[in-house]
């Protein structure tokens, strides 16, 4: 069984950065792309970035020039650094892997629990 837990969430004064973590525990299993989505009260979950695990990144156009994903193999872990925080960036994060399990073979969809990030104005 594959889990992802995260870190890093927060209160922070607008103009101000955090950094998220995510890391994937477990045997059996290699990850492939990872990333992070987010959910604002009374919103839609949508997409933040995602990396691949061979570096390639995408990133939300309202995200692009502010969030940097990252990632460590070695680790299992995804980074989300934010900076210049706006009060619209206020959302619960939620990292997400695809993962291999290695037998039986089958490529899953794994969530972490998600962590607040509050910025205030």
């Known amino acids: 069984q594959v889990q992802l837990v995260e870190s890093g969430g927060g209160l922070v004064q607008a103009g101000g950065s955090l950094r998220l973590s995510c890391a994937a525990s477990?045997?059996?299993?290699?990850?492939?792309?990872m990333g992070w989505y987010r959910q604002a009260p009374g919103k839609q979950r949508e997409l933040v970035a995602v990396?691949?695990?061979?570096?390639?990144?995408n990133y939300a156009d309202s995200m692009k020039g502010r969030f940097t994903i990252s990632r460590d193999n070695g680790k299992n872990t995804v980074y989300l650094q934010m900076n210049g925080l706006k009060p619209e960036d206020t959302a619960v994060y939620y990292c997400?892997?695809?993962?291999?399990?290695?037998?039986?073979?089958?490529?899953?969809?794994?969530w972490g629990q998600g962590t607040l990030v509050t910025v205030s104005s």
């Open positions: 997400s892997a695809a993962v291999t399990r290695t037998w039986p073979p089958k490529t899953l969809e794994v």
């Open positions: 990396i691949t695990s061979g570096g390639t990144t």
């Open positions: 477990g045997s059996g299993f290699s990850v492939n792309a």
